[in-house]
């Protein structure tokens, strides 16, 4: 849409630039070529504001196009499936939208689904809810988390599980690079014969550190576990 309507979102876009640069005492004018060009494109135009339209706007917004293309290829990309299940959007999907929709998330989510072969039947019934709801509920979730929070965990235990794995998905890598990082500190040569539940255990810890521990129950609640002689005193005590 920004591609389509670049003239009419252009001309309020540079009123706004030219008051900012207005602030700064910055000159109005465009990048005059020295000599033969052969290595950047040309955008010949007659005036500084077509020409930033043809040598900065539009090539940005075609290549962040671009981009979301290639991420998002085509309408089967199951992070597309995954988003039809916000009743925003899936009131406006058909019949054969839906039975697309279960196809694909049943065939990828199909372990994970507590009774795989009755999702078509949930998104039915949960398209129906929400657009009889359309017109006297007003706050219709937009967002994923919304829509999870809406959702009976009884009434629709498919599309609840695939709305928590919805939620779960990392935007970027930055989560998923943020935990080898934590696992590289606590996981060390001197640790390397650790079981797998204390590092995750420490992991998680390291990573989650919003919350507060209290440290004097941490340890009452290990002595009581794991009485030993060397903490007698402190386990009598208790």
Same mark, same amino acid.
């Given at each position: @849409?920004?591609r ?7 001309n309020?876009?540079y009123?706004?630039?030219?008051k900012?640069?207005?602030k700064?005492?910055?000159?109005e004018? @465009?990048?005059?070529?020295k ?8 955008h ?8 930033y339209?043809?040598?900065?706007v ?9 981009q ?14 995954l988003?039809?299940l ?5 009131s ?23 009774q ?5 039947n ?11 709801? @359309?017109s ?26 695939l ?18 990082s ?7 040569? @001197? ?8 590092p995750t ?5 390291n ?5 507060e521990l209290?440290?004097?129950e941490?340890m ?19």
């Amino acid at each position: @849409m920004l591609r389509e309507e670049i003239d009419e979102r252009y001309n309020s876009w540079y009123s706004e630039i030219l008051k900012f640069a207005e602030k700064l005492s910055c000159e109005e004018k @465009m990048k005059r070529a020295k000599g033969k060009i052969i290595h950047r494109a040309t955008h010949p135009s007659e005036t500084p504001k077509d020409y930033y339209k043809r040598s900065i706007v539009i090539p940005f917004i075609d290549d962040v196009s671009s981009q979301l293309t290639d991420r998002f290829p085509d309408d089967t990309s199951v992070l597309r499936q995954l988003m039809s299940l916000i009743p925003n959007i899936i009131s406006d999907c058909s019949v054969p939208d839906l039975s697309s929709i279960s196809e694909s998330l049943t065939k990828w989510y199909d372990e994970d689904l507590p009774q795989p072969s009755s999702l078509q039947n949930e998104l039915q019934i949960w398209r129906g809810r929400w657009i009889r709801k @359309m017109s006297t509920d007003h706050a219709i979730p937009i967002t994923l988390i919304d829509s999870l929070n809406r959702c009976s965990k009884d009434n629709f235990p498919n599309i609840y599980r695939l709305l928590q794995i919805s939620c779960l998905i990392p935007v970027t890598s930055c989560e998923a690079e943020r935990s080898f990082s934590a696992v590289r500190r606590h996981k060390t040569p @001197m640790r390397s014969t650790m079981a797998d539940g204390r590092p995750t255990s420490l992991v998680l810890m390291n990573v989650n550190d919003t919350f507060e521990l209290d440290i004097d129950e941490i340890m009452e609640r290990f002595i009581k576990k794991h009485p030993r002689r060397l903490f007698s005193p402190l386990y009598l005590d208790s």
